[in-house]
């Protein structure tokens, strides 16, 4: 029972380390294809782009939807490595995405901190299984 809540917890954690709010707006990247400046032709392609249902997006601030999209886009290059999660794009290549490199840094440094807590479970001889976050994406 402990183990399944345990699950659950670190599930939610890392799902809202992903779509978590950043409010730094430095480095904004110039380019079009910035997700913060990207401008969506309806609410159903911007609930696409977020992964949410339309009727929540309009009750979401810019800086987390910014956020949320880097992250769905990114969210295709997360996987588990040595039982941890890892993003196989460099900030570089995720700019060319459309990425601003602060949203990068921020959703990596999430992605660090849900790593720490998931080696401090497995300390504690809490067993976890991770879920395949591109699969999880891929669902919505």
């Known amino acids: 029972m402990k183990k399944k809540i345990l699950f659950k917890v670190v599930t939610f954690i ?3 380390c992903l779509i978590s709010c950043a409010n730094d707006d430095t480095n904004i990247q110039e380019n079009n294809k ?6 969506y032709s309806s609410q159903v392609e911007e609930a696409k782009a977020l992964a949410l249902p339309v009727d929540e997006i309009n009750n979401i601030p810019k800086s987390i939807k910014d956020k949320r999209a880097a992250a769905v886009i990114l969210s295709n290059y997360v996987s588990i490595k040595d ?3 890892s993003i196989d794009i460099s900030k570089e290549d995720a700019q060319k995405l459309g990425i601003d490199a ?3 840094t921020s959703i990596l ?3 660090e901190l849900s790593n720490k807590i998931i080696k401090e479970a497995r300390q504690k001889g809490e067993k976890l299984v991770l879920p395949d976050i591109k699969e999880e994406a891929k669902k919505y």
């Open 34 to 39: 910035s997700v913060k400046t990207k401008a």
């Open 14 to 16: 890392i799902a809202s």
């Open 109 to 111: 440094q999430d992605l």
């Open 102 to 104: 602060d949203l990068y």
């Open 83 to 85: 039982s941890l999660y």
